[in-house]
């Protein structure tokens, strides 16, 4: 129901309600404005205020945010959906094994199996865009502004990321809980009360970045790369504090150095990845001041064909086989053997060393390449890019209890499903004709699949998602001592 409708039942119950005296005439507007909050919350549309406002600069890494969570929901859905046997042909070169599949092109991968790479594009936009603001304080010389700056950061970012996490791990825990059902990542507990205990001790876990063991969080697995966004956070923040009084060589080459040393000395490559934004950020703000270095002053009359290549270079590295982290399986794979030699010996899972440069390159020319940018500035991509955090948040639950019985009953079943899911096989079978990963049957169960997941985003985003960017906002305010200029003797 539109929100003008309600207005008119609302007026209308007002005049019903006026002969019955003044208190009636208040539960009255009290009811309404209940009803119109509630349906301002669960309405399906997304919120509007007039006239959209005027982009941001740096509106298109939303866009690109977005259209990288949308990525990880084809990712996840094509390898959820598919048997094992199919699933390596997704993570494998074009014509891997003798099998030749459009699915797997260079380039075209990308579209299918980029989950990996959105990964790496969200590390590198996260560095970019909480280094921009300290970065041009930084650049200004305001160090008190920056001190002030880095300490709200680092105070509410613990909050900003898990109050999502938190929130939603437990809806789901209760209702696959209460209402019974079967979830595959999932081993129900005897009691209520055991599961919330369950639930509590690996949340608990999870959210503690320091751990020396990896944690793993049954209730969301895909939600591993949150404590990694902790810790990239804190090496950015880390190092703007302890490059704050350099010279703007000294800075740049710093920034270079802690690039070599994670991807080359140690097996640190999402660090360099935040580090990377964080660097691109501090080179277009000098750029716009004019402040470049000489090395990048020469290179400017040639931006465009670089830019062009970055961007064709980390299509192309976006796309790297990721069915197995040893280099030797990499050289199997058609395209890739000579390139594999590149890896340096200090990470362990090959792929990210190719992703880091992918992600980078990404990054950086994008801006430069207008139509490209256009792209990402759209409206669709930038309504991606404001519920990206609760699509990535919620698309995996939906896969597990909805996506699994939709894709049970169109014919896509293997032994987990028949065993827990029998009701539900082959219900409605569909044809598995068209080329790997736009089959009909994996196609036709989008048609709920995909309005119920931007659904429960934006649910998510209103309920939760920013609310966690306030509360923090507010708790911070409401803990710190305000700033007040020194006074200078007279």
């Keep these: 129901m539109p929100s003008d409708v309600i207005e008119i039942e609302a007026n209308r119950d007002r005049h019903q309600y006026a002969s019955g005296g003044p208190l009636s005439a208040v539960i009255s507007m009290l009811a309404s404005l209940r009803i119109n909050k509630i349906w301002r919350l669960l309405s399906p549309w997304p919120r509007t205020h007039g006239q959209p406002d005027a982009l941001r600069p740096t509106a298109y890494l939303d866009g690109l945010r977005g259209f990288a969570a949308f990525l990880v929901y084809i990712h996840h859905h094509q390898l959820w959906a598919h048997v094992p046997a199919q699933r390596i042909f997704f993570e494998s070169s074009f014509c891997y094994d003798g099998y030749c599949y459009f699915a797997a092109l260079p380039f075209i991968r990308v579209f299918f199996h980029g989950g990996h ?18 970065m041009s304080l930084i650049h200004a010389g305001d160090h008190a502004k920056l001190a002030d700056n880095l300490g709200s950061a680092l105070f509410r970012r613990w909050l900003r990321l ?10 789901f825990m209760a209702f696959t809980y209460i209402f019974d059902i079967w979830v595959a990542p999932l081993k129900r507990q005897s009691t209520f009360a055991d599961e919330v205990w369950w639930w509590y001790c690996e949340v608990k876990n999870f959210t503690f970045i320091f751990h020396t063991r990896a944690e793993i969080l049954s209730y969301n697995f895909h939600l591993w790369s949150i404590p990694i966004e902790m810790k990239g956070s804190i090496v950015v923040y880390t190092a703007l504090l302890a490059f704050a009084r350099c010279t703007r060589s000294a800075r740049l080459w710093l920034q270079g150095g802690l690039m070599f040393y994670f991807m080359f000395i140690v097996d640190g490559w999402y660090c360099a990845l935040f580090v990377a934004g964080m660097f691109i950020s501090d080179v277009e703000l000098l750029a716009k001041k004019n402040e470049l270095p000489a090395f990048f002053e020469r290179l400017r009359p040639h931006k465009m064909f670089i830019f062009y290549h970055f961007f064709f270079i980390a299509m192309f590295l976006g796309g790297i086989p990721a069915h197995s982290a040893d280099v030797q399986e990499l050289r199997k794979n058609p395209g890739w053997y000579y390139l594999s030699f590149l890896k340096s010996q200090s990470i362990y899972d090959v792929k990210w060393f190719f992703l880091f440069f992918a992600a980078f390159m990404l990054v950086a020319a994008i801006p430069h390449i207008g139509w490209i940018k256009r792209f990402f500035e759209t409206r669709f991509c930038q309504y991606l890019g404001r519920i990206s955090f609760a699509l990535y948040l919620v698309h995996g639950p939906v896969i ?14 293997e032994e987990q499903r028949v065993l827990n899911l029998p009701q539900w096989v082959n219900i409605w079978e569909l044809p598995q004709t068209g080329p790997l990963g736009m089959e009909l049957s994996f196609l036709a169960p989008h048609i709920i699949l995909f309005p119920l997941t931007l659904y429960l985003a934006e649910l998510v985003t209103r309920m939760f998602d920013e609310p966690s960017v306030r509360f923090p906002q507010w708790l911070y305010k409401s803990t710190t001592i305000p700033v007040r200029p020194t006074k200078l003797p007279e």
């Excluded at 209890?401 to 014919?411: F, S």
Aim: charged letters at 5%; proline letters at 5%; aromatic letters at 24%.
């Design 117 to 134: 790479f959105a990964v790496a594009t969200f590390f590198v936009i996260s560095g970019y865009v909480l280094s921009i603001k300290p």
């Design 400 to 413: 597990w209890t909805v996506g699994d019985r939709l894709y049970a009953a169109v014919g896509w079943w």
């Design 162 to 171: 898990y109050i999502p996490l938190i929130a939603t791990t437990f809806i």
